[in-house]
């Protein structure tokens, strides 16, 4: 996918979403990024290694994340760990994501007759 316009990205594969916000953090590495998501969401959302490396390694073909050098020399821990941060373009088409399920939120309470907030 080569377009620069957000949209064009979404909707994001829970996924996806879960490692942009993620590195949205900070610099990680993909067993940090699955502990993250774990804790965040209570266990709901549970990364295998299989479906993390393969949305890092789409969320790196988009140019949405990029591999990167640890944040310190003492967090390069095991030289197999890769580490990685969320682009420019990654944050902007994180926002719009964060944007279009903020909207769909506040359709659903609006259908069941919940007030918005």
């Keep these: 996918m080569t377009s620069r316009d957000p949209t064009a990205y979404l909707p994001l594969t829970p ?4 490692i942009l916000m ?3 953090e900070g610099v ?3 067993y940090a990024i699955k502990r993250v998501v774990e804790e965040r969401t209570r266990g709901i ?3 295998g290694a299989g479906t993390l490396y393969h949305a890092i390694g789409s969320l790196a073909k988009k140019g949405l ?3 990167c050098r640890p944040p310190t020399p003492d967090a390069a821990g095991s030289s197999r760990w890769r ?6 373009l990654g944050r902007r088409i994180l926002k719009a994501e964060v944007g279009r399920l903020e909207a769909d939120v506040a359709h659903a309470r609006a259908s069941f007759g919940e ?3």
């Design 65 to 67: 994340v990029d591999e």
């Design 22 to 24: 993620t590195l949205e």
């Design 28 to 30: 990680s590495h993909g």
């Design 15 to 18: 996924a996806a979403f879960h």
């Design 45 to 47: 959302v549970r990364l």
């Design 115 to 117: 007030a918005e907030g």
């Design 83 to 88: 580490f990685y941060e969320i682009t420019p």
